[in-house]
């Protein structure tokens, strides 16, 4: 797994694997996306055109949240010396399906 040393002085210190890049760059356009549906409402748009943006962040979250699942089932995300258990793994998809 390569990884890539943060340049942006607001991110961790820790260097950042491929995923982590991109699931930061998901959340920035997801952050986007919340900013137009924030527009969106001020302009008295639509409700099915927000309805659909919001489906669309929701959808995007659900991804990135996936991809965060996959590197903690694969045990990148675990806490230092400890293993991912089958429980730990059943633990994180309930919560990320909440």
Known sequence: MTTHTPTDPQ??????????????LRLRRIEGQVRGLQRMIEEGR?????????????????????????????GCRARPGEAVTPQDVVRAVKLLRR
Not at 48 to 54: F, K, N, S
Request: proline share 5%; with cysteine.
């Open 46 to 74: 639509d409700c099915h055109d927000i309805l659909t943006q919001l489906s669309g962040v929701r959808s995007a979250l659900d991804a990135a949240g996936e991809q965060i699942l996959e590197q903690y089932a694969g």
């Open 11 to 24: 991110t961790p210190a820790s260097p950042l694997t491929e995923t982590d890049t991109r699931v930061l």
